[in-house]
Each structure stands twice: as structure tokens, then as C-alpha cells.
């Protein structure tokens, strides 16, 4: 059974800094490619960063320079470093995943930036 687990998210003002974490389960974790997206009120769910197996990265030209995807095979988890956000950041922000032809998503964590 695969299963993502997203945390990290919270409130923070504009400039400031949040880590968020995804723990995954269920798969070949360190053979797979891993995604954060993002989807804000009344709009759709974008792509916000990339990581395949060997490490190459990825991103959205609105976050690319203030993120940064990484991930640890050992523990299981990919991580988004999210620096100078800015309230249009804001959204809940989701894992993914596509294991065996099929897409799975984590429950989302919400990422509030105040200005």
C-alpha cells in the first residue's frame, strides 16, 4: 500500500522560510521519481518541483531560485526547502508520486504566507 505523508507546512510572514517534508511507504522509494505541487484557492494544481532517482532536479519558473528539492534514499523522504516566500505562495502543497502507472498524493500540508 503505497501512502505520502506530507508535514512541515505552517504561517509564516513574507521572506521567510519553510521546510516541508514528505515520508513515503510502500515503494522502491530510492528508484523512483519524486514531485511537489501546489494548489491554491479557485486555481488548479501546478507542478512546483522535480527530483528523479539519480538526483536531477526541476522546477516551476515562479519558485526556481527560492526552492529546493531534495531527498534522503535512507530515510524514505523528499523534502522542499522553501526560502523567500511570498503570500503568493500560499496553497496546500502535495507529494507525488507515479509507481506502477498509477498516480498517488499525499494529503497536502497548508503553506500560509502572510505580507
Known amino acids: 500500500q503505497v501512502q505520502l505523508v506530507e508535514s512541515g507546512g505552517g504561517l509564516v510572514q513574507a521572506g521567510g522560510s519553510l521546510r516541508l517534508s514528505c515520508a513515503a511507504s510502500?515503494?522502491?522509494?530510492?528508484?523512483?521519481?519524486m514531485m511537489w505541487y501546489r494548489q491554491a484557492p479557485g486555481k488548479q494544481r501546478d507542478s512546483v518541483a522535480t527530483?528523479?532517482?539519480?538526483?536531477?532536479?526541476a522546477y516551476a519558473d515562479s519558485v526556481r531560485g527560492r526552492f529546493t528539492i531534495s531527498r534522503d534514499n535512507t530515510m524514505n523522504t523528499v523534502y522542499l526547502q522553501m526560502d523567500g516566500l511570498k503570500p503568493e505562495d500560499t496553497a496546500v502543497y502535495y507529494c507525488?508520486?507515479?509507481?506502477?502507472?498509477?498516480?498517488?498524493w499525499g494529503q497536502g500540508t497548508q503553506v500560509t504566507v502572510s505580507s
Open positions: 527530483i528523479t532517482s539519480g538526483g536531477s532536479t
Open positions: 510502500g515503494i522502491n522509494f530510492r528508484s523512483n521519481t
Open positions: 507525488n508520486v507515479i509507481f506502477r502507472g498509477r498516480s498517488y
